[in-house]
């Protein structure tokens, strides 16, 4: 187990981001608020994959943005090795940035259409003025392509050229050019067909073996999740309900929204078909009025009066970390 | 068992300026009564074309050049628009995967659900039309059924909208529900809702779906038989249990080993390698073989017909594969 807190790579610090919407009042006052994630307190690990999991609105993605920095926090703070990255300049900032890259989820939205294979790949170093010479730039860059999957003599095509899993190959190619530490994976296989989903994920386990990579691993789809991750961090409506090792996790579920979450999977084998599966009901709340107490109490079979009124804290509990009430400390 | 649908040998083709594109060619799926059948390949298998041939659906530059589309033993290819018109939202009917482009967003729900009725039977008034709506909105677990009537599409939620979406499918008491992707765009907890009410209704209502998917796991959840697409031809076709339990053809194996399981340990996924044909220049022989750890020679000159092979589930002895591993121990199959 990983448990000393030098190992950490990155770590939230009371998390909150809420973001204005319009309406209020006519000057402009009592705006309602979105609270995309709230309080939230995650440590990700060295050389681990870390996956973020929920429905929509859960406030993972904007979690991944927020230790990016690519938005700032209404409160609260991401560590980075132990620094604040909250409170740095651009410049120091700049920095930190080569270490943390990011893969998107539509690999025809991520990459510029009017910039070929080379330009898209190169960017990054160029921006960061690794290489004196452009054939030093190019050089590393058809090694990043050779990387990846792609042929080296297809530097200069333009995305339409390629097809989605190849997009996504260069987009992930790009990631890499910087020789980060860690790269948040945000939902990087959704929009990809079955059998290229396999050897994208297939390709992201090589480059964590080959680079050391650390992942955060955004996804709403749980059997990817299974597949690729260390460990499992399930948030509902800009909270976690409950962190752990992935299999123990899906092997025991604590939360109740986690039990309901893995038994909702459609899953590929009939004969494991359950004819009365319990099912959640009702709808995702919305996070502009999340319910008091627990937010997930609304759709919680199991809700008794406690839940309703307190927000249930995070426990620890070995290997484990549950938000909620009914699970006892053991 | 009865039979409600039979397509034929269907071909539907694009005729662009750069080709032709044989998006279906020379489908045959058959719906039985009150049954879900299954229709799963990946992007560009030709199954969305499919059921937009049974729909009439098809927009220039397509056109289904070949076959025979019958409901109940009527060609419906021999029908004229008019009639056709009868049979869409009527006998009929069709949800899509994206609930919010397919409503309008100016009219309220209650009325564009209304119209689906007073469409297809003028006899019936305006507030009995409306009693009928907010009865299926009850029958599809809309909850508060009188103040959902006055929505409109932007205040539901993506699983109301598709509830809505299933109550306009279903208003008519069509024989058959084509369902393309019902469930892709919604939440996994919300999916598994709208896949068990779609379970319910076909039970209480007797009407037949016919599922179109790339995922497996929906597939093996609700449906009774399932067809397996790959470039506009159907590679396999079996009783759901039957498919998973004795997978034959290699694409079918491919793309199940390729899926990450939920339910088992981690291992290394398996790659189909390649991607998806250009239907342009479709390879000649087996449509599969450049991406088949098993071709032969013979593969990539000759086109697999299918066969009839022996099922090991007991009860479903219509398995059939395209593929010429099966030659010895399966019959072909005139199509």
New interface residues.
Partial sequence: MMSNQNNTLIKTVNLVKEFEIPGGNFFGKNKPRVHATSNVNISVMDGETFALVGESGCGKSTLGRLMLRLIEPTSGHVEFEGVNINELKDEEMREIRKKMQIIFQDPYASINPRMDVYNIIAEPLVTHKIYESKEQTKEKVKELMAKVGIRPEFINRYPHQFSGGQRQRIGIARALALQPKLIICDEPVSALDVSIQSQILNLLHDLQDEFKLTYLFISHDLSVVRYISNRVCVMFLGKVCEIGDTEELFGNPLHPYTKFLIDAVPKPDPFLRKENKQLLQGEIPSPVNPPKGCRFHTRCPYAESICKELEPELKNLKNRQVACHLVKNV | MEELLRVNNLKTHFFTKKGVVPAVDGVSISVPKSSIVGLVG??GCGKSMTAMSIMQLIQKPGKIINGSIELEEDNLLTYSKDEMRNIRGNKISMIFQEPMTALNPVYTVGRQVREAITIHHSNIGKEEAKQKVLDIFKAVGIPEPERRYNSYPHQL?G??RQRVMIGMAMVCNPKLMIADEPTTAL???????I??LMKNLQKERDTSILMIT?????V??VCDYIYVMYAGKVMEQAN??EL??NTCHPYTE???K??????SE?Q?????KG??PNLMKLPKGCRFCPRCDNAKPRCFEEEPPLYKIKSVVEGSEDHYVRCFMHEDSGVKYDE
């Fill in positions: 990946e992007s939620s699983g109301l939440d996994v907890t919300i999916e598994a809702q896949l068990s790339h995922n497996l796991g929906v093996a959840e759901t249990f998973f339990k491919g793309l199940m390729s899926i990450p399981k939920i339910t981690k290394r996924l398996y790659n189909i991607v998806v």
